[in-house]
């Protein structure tokens, strides 16, 4: 069955960087777009980056780009999100999805990324 299972999240200052990863299983990865989608608390999920199943397109909302750099390995079926000057307000849980729109058809479990001094 499809899995995808992120990790690479924890604690951060202000300022650092994380680089999250997504281990995908299942299916055939590189014929599917791939997303990262994040939920801060108490609010709803935001799509954070996206990029093709080749990986030389590469998109992110105006809330991060110039800081994260979405990538893929197909060899490795693996999907990065590297974040740089990461912000208070990045403080979410991270999730990799199939896709490149809601809804995604398939989800990981998340790894949590927070920001705080």
């Known amino acids: 069955q499809v899995q995808l299972l992120e990790s690479g999240g924890g604690l951060v200052q202000p300022g650092g960087s994380l680089r999250l990863s997504c281990a995908a299983s299942g299916f055939t990865f590189s014929s599917y777009a791939m997303s990262w989608v994040r939920q801060a608390p108490g609010k709803g999920p935001e799509w954070v980056s996206a990029?093709?199943?080749?990986?030389?397109?590469?998109y992110y909302a105006y809330s991060v780009k110039g800081r994260f750099t979405i990538s893929r390995d197909n060899a490795k079926n693996t999907l990065y999100l590297q974040m740089n000057s990461l912000k208070p307000e990045d403080t979410a849980l991270y999730y990799c999805?199939?896709?490149?729109?809601?809804?995604?058809?398939?989800w990981g479990q998340g790894t949590q990324v927070t920001v705080s001094s």
């Open positions: 990029i093709n199943s080749g990986g030389d397109s590469t």
């Open positions: 999805a199939t896709g490149t729109t809601a809804p995604y058809d398939y």
